[in-house]
Each structure stands twice: as structure tokens, then as C-alpha cells.
């Protein structure tokens, strides 16, 4: 089982970065896949962006690529994101999610193929 504490989001200006990291519990952190969601209000929780097991695989949704960082450290158990050149169509509730994956080369892009999530963070970008 996984269990994540989130780092606090916050309130930013349009043009900054913030990174985002969640740290998990358990000693079987590297077995999972680990990805980024967000949910604006009013709308469904989307993909964001997803890494490996290993870290050597990852992916983006298009709305961030190119902006949006997901990197993870095995050793301290942590999943990061960080964000840059944050406009204000990036506010939402962001959530780390993990889930097994059977390869170190493969990512999850898929909300249903994460089991574990965390309590989610708020970020809000202003203009």
C-alpha cells in the first residue's frame, strides 16, 4: 500500500513556477508507476503527466508539455512536478497518483490504472 502527503500549492501570479511534490510511504515505491492529475472546478480530474518506474519514460498531456516537469527519487520515496510559466488555466486541485506496472519502462496514462492517490493540493494561478 501507498500512502502520499502532497505539498501545500498556494496562490501564484500568472508567469512563475511552483513545484509540486508528494512523498509516499511503504518500501515498494519503485514497483509503481506515478502520475500527475488535476481537476479544475466544475470539470472531470485530468492527466497531466505520468514517469516510469525507472524514470526513464514520461509523458504529457499537451495542455502542459513543454512547461510541466514529473520526476521522481526512488530513494527518498518522492514523485515532483514542477511547473513552469503557470497561466491561469493551470488552477486547480493537483493529484499524485501511483500505480503497478509490470515494466520499469512503462508509463500510465490512464486515471483507472492508478490505485493510490494523494489528499490533492491546491494551486491557483492569477492574472
Known amino acids: 500500500q501507498v500512502q502520499f502527503v502532497e505539498s501545500v500549492g498556494g496562490l501564484v501570479q500568472a508567469g512563475v513556477s511552483l513545484r509540486l511534490s508528494c512523498a509516499a510511504s511503504?518500501?515498494?515505491?519503485?514497483?509503481?508507476?506515478l502520475g500527475w492529475f488535476r481537476q479544475a472546478p466544475g470539470t472531470e480530474r485530468d492527466f497531466i503527466a505520468a514517469?516510469?518506474?525507472?524514470?526513464?519514460?514520461?509523458n504529457y498531456a499537451d495542455s502542459v508539455k513543454g512547461r510541466f516537469t514529473i520526476s521522481r527519487d526512488n530513494a527518498k520515496n518522492t514523485v515532483y512536478q514542477q511547473m513552469n510559466s503557470l497561466k491561469p488555466e493551470d488552477t486547480a486541485v493537483y493529484y499524485c497518483?501511483?500505480?503497478?506496472?509490470?515494466?520499469?519502462?512503462?508509463?500510465?496514462?490512464?486515471?483507472?490504472?492508478?490505485?493510490?492517490w494523494g489528499q490533492g493540493t491546491q494551486v491557483t494561478v492569477s492574472s
Open positions: 497518483a501511483a500505480g503497478l506496472s509490470g515494466t520499469v519502462y512503462y508509463t500510465l496514462p490512464n486515471e483507472y490504472q492508478y490505485r493510490y
Open positions: 511503504g518500501r515498494t515505491f519503485s514497483s509503481y508507476a
Open positions: 514517469i516510469s518506474r525507472g524514470g526513464g519514460n514520461t
